[in-house]
């Protein structure tokens, strides 16, 4: 272990934990819709869907949030079209190639289906980089704007996470907000839903909340390394994910309060369990290395595990009539996520001996 340490302060500033946690957050993902798709589990029914969809998201945000943050980047109108562009173009071509080509391999009918999708806030699945690319809009904007302000201050950032936060909450809020999640019409088709637009309100605070605690950087080590914060925040949502598992006392009161403070805290807690454990997921041990892999691969494997997911309905009538299985639902849905995610890497090394490939499918020169 202590050739471990010395050899991770050379190589610390590459936060290579971050590469690992970004790989098990993947790894997450994959896992969720494995059981969601693959097994036919409902959120109801599955012991380990209700948990892990509090922050398997949020936590993926919170990482584009945080590798947002470039403090040495000179913001003006050429960086700003610059940045847009690359983001354009890693992110909505791919989509669109994988998005296409589900439709033709999953569905019976291919025209639809992609109507059907389109119509659907989470586009068969492949809401996640239209969603992103609509963050990296804002948040280059908002950068730009920055820019032309003079003094330097927490000011701005802190008035676009609280505009952020207010309209996430309206999600939560039937009786009050037409779009609310939850709430149906009797044409549930809208612009917020055929947009994917009802997605960014409700993940936008945490890419705010990871692009905050990079910019300062030094003040959150401070907290995190405090000896009230963890204790605090362990207790806080012991009681939060209680109330939002099992007691439902504030389902929809106070904008589902509950809800909101577990998914900002369990990925808190992940962030932190990752940054204290730092040396064992460095290049120098095995699981370091193997979720750093897949860390660098998100986009692959994101883009590709859909065509891998099992068909395997039996085993969400298994866990739905035998319920708080949470050890084993949770196990089950990781391995079987580990071989799909063993498949999107050799399918995804076998497209990328293709420099066009490579290049238009995975964003990489």
């Not at 590469?19 to 819709?33: E, K, N, P, Q, S």
């Not at 936590?59 to 584009?64: A, D, G, Q």
């Not at 952020?164 to 009786?175: G, R």
């Not at 300062?216 to 390394?225: F, S, V």
Request: glycine fraction near 4%; charged fraction near 15%; charge should be positive.
């Amino acid at each position: 272990m202590e050739e471990i340490q010395n050899e991770y302060k050379v190589r610390k500033e590459r936060m290579e934990w971050l590469d690992a946690m970004r790989g098990f957050t993947m790894i997450l993902v994959v896992a969720y819709h494995v059981a969601q798709m693959g097994f036919d589990q409902s959120v109801k029914h599955s012991s380990s869907l209700s948990f892990l969809m509090l922050f398997r998201m949020p936590l993926f945000f919170f990482v584009s949030g945080f590798l947002a943050y470039k403090a040495s980047l000179v913001w003006n109108f050429q960086t700003f079209i610059s940045m847009l562009d690359k983001k354009i173009r890693i992110q909505i071509l791919p989509t669109v190639v994988f998005f296409l080509f589900s439709c033709v391999a999953l569905y019976p009918k291919f025209w639809p289906a992609v109507e059907s999708c389109l119509h659907s806030p989470t586009k068969g699945g492949y809401w996640f980089t239209l969603v992103l690319l609509y963050m990296f809009v804002l948040y280059y904007v908002f950068c730009y704007l920055e820019s032309k302000i003079r003094i330097k201050s927490w000011i701005p950032i802190t008035i676009f996470f609280l505009l952020s936060l207010v309209a996430y909450e309206t999600c939560y809020l039937p009786k009050l907000c037409w779009w609310a999640d939850g709430y149906r019409l009797k044409e549930p088709t809208t612009l917020l839903d055929d947009t994917s637009i009802i997605q960014l309100m409700k993940y936008m605070p945490f890419f705010l909340f990871g692009n905050i605690v990079r910019r300062y950087w030094h003040l959150a080590q401070r907290i995190m390394d405090s000896k009230w914060f963890y204790p605090v925040i362990v207790t806080l949502v012991i009681f939060c994910t209680m109330d939002v598992l099992k007691w439902h006392t504030l389902r929809m009161a106070w904008a589902n309060l509950p809800s909101t403070m577990a998914k900002f805290i369990l990925l808190t807690m992940t962030f932190m369990y990752f940054r204290h454990y730092a040396p064992y997921f460095s290049k120098m041990t095995f699981i370091g290395r193997s979720l750093q892999y897949i860390g660098r691969r998100t986009l692959d494997i994101y883009l590709l595990h859909f065509l891998f997911l099992p068909n395997l309905p039996a085993v969400g009538a298994f866990f739905k009539l035998h319920k708080h299985n949470f050890a084993i639902d949770t196990t089950l849905s990781i391995l079987i996520a580990l071989v799909v995610i063993a498949f999107c890497i050799i399918t995804s090394n076998i497209l990328r001996i293709s420099p066009l490939f490579r290049k238009y499918l995975f964003g990489k020169e």
